[in-house]
């Protein structure tokens, strides 16, 4: 029945016996893209990032020198994977090159996912080919990533944005994927399991509060960025991005034009018309295009009603309250 869904979204599909009997005892929920979503370490997620969970905790071993992407789904992550590849690469690959391999790829097949592209499907990674700096990216929580990650001095950079936003662009992704499929989410079931904290990856509110937390904690270690702030001062956030980096900006650079020419080439409007994006698909089929929608902040206004709004604001007081965090465009 779900055979037109990518493999990576149908529930427990190629999974061993052993495997299902491990899930069997999980907490589950009906799914946000698969059939079901499990509960495990804290987090609700699909089986298939289960199992990567578990390997990339078992296998991976970072480097000081790793900078690894963090995100919670729909925060913006292919918008910050093409800005830190440029940013980190720029000797490299000059951006005032015509050739620059960011308008041949898609984002997601240049920085990958640890947990999904990397240890997924019981695949066994070969970084022999990754250049140091190792970019990398996931959307595991802070309790869940590897302990080396943890440990080491490996930079993690966290991309939050609003849950309002986070939302609609999660709902319209799923509903996207399901493309084939006549059963489309409504949105009210789905805004019920999100304020339940029933969301890929979530609890939304715990995902972001232990990455703040451990950005005030340890500022050299985790760089906390809101999706909104870069929206409004992009010059100002990608300064911060490189000095956190340790690869600031140049005089020279600054004079060239060089912030622009990355925020020109990241750019919604440039990266969503590029060919390898508006007709690509990935190996999963999924269409390149579904991660470039809208771009915007503030479209929840366009689908929330008043009584969502209010309910969603009442639990975002309550979760973030003390914490220091400010969502903007809520
Ligand atoms: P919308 O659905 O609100 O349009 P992720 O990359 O984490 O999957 O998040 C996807 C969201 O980021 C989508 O939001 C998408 O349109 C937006 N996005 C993708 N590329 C972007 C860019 N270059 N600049 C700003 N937003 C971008």
């Known amino acids: 029945m779900t055979t037109s869904l990518p ?21 589950k929920e009906k799914g946000w893209a698969g059939s ?12 298939r990032i289960i199992q990567g969970t578990i390997a990339c905790q078992q296998q991976f071993h970072a480097q000081d020198s790793d900078i690894i992407l963090v995100t919670s789904p729909k925060s913006g992550t292919t918008w910050l994977k093409s800005l830190l590849f440029v ?15 960011l308008l041949v790829k898609n984002p997601h097949d240049i920085i ?52 309002k936003d986070t939302f609609i662009s999660m709902w319209h992704f799923i509903n996207n994927l399901r493309l084939h499929h006549k059963d489309i989410h409504p949105i009210e079931e789905k805004f019920e399991s999100f304020c339940k904290g029933v969301s890929l990856y979530g609890p939304f509110w715990n995902h972001v509060l232990d990455y703040w937390k451990q950005s005030i904690e340890k500022p050299n270690k985790v760089l906390f960025l809101m999706y909104e702030e870069i929206k409004v001062q992009p ?33 919604f409007e440039n990266l969503s018309n590029l060919e390898v994006n508006a007709n690509g698909k990935f190996s999963t089929g999924e269409e390149n295009k579904a991660f470039f929608r809208k771009g915007e902040v503030g479209d929840w206004k366009n689908y929330f009603t008043i009584e969502m709004s209010e309910k969603l604001n009442h639990i975002i007081e309550q979760k973030f309250q003390g914490s220091g965090i400010k969502f903007s465009y809520i």
């Not at 009997?21 to 999980?26: A, E, I, P, Q, T």
């Not at 079901?36 to 089986?47: E, K, R």
């Not at 911060?240 to 990355?262: H, K, Q, T, W, Y």
């Open 7 to 27: 493999k990576y979204l149908q529930d427990q599909e190629g999974l061993s016996e052993e495997c299902k009997n491990f899930f069997s005892v999980l907490p």
């Open 36 to 47: 079901y979503i499990y509960y495990y370490q804290g987090f609700w997620a699909l089986p």
């Open 87 to 101: 940013l980190v690469n720029r000797m490299k690959y000059p951006v005032f090159e015509q050739n620059h391999p």
């Open 112 to 163: 990958l996912f640890l947990e999904s592209r990397l240890y997924g499907d019981g695949l066994v990674p070969n970084f022999a080919s990754f250049t140091s700096p190792r970019l990398l990216s996931t959307h595991l929580p802070f309790a869940s990533l590897p302990k080396s990650v943890q440990d080491s001095k490996t930079k993690l950079v966290y991309l939050c944005r609003n849950p």
């Open 235 to 267: 010059k100002l956030q990608l300064k911060r991005l490189a000095e956190f980096l340790e690869c600031p900006f140049s005089i020279e650079e600054e004079n060239c034009g060089v912030m622009d020419e990355i925020l020109r080439m990241c750019s």
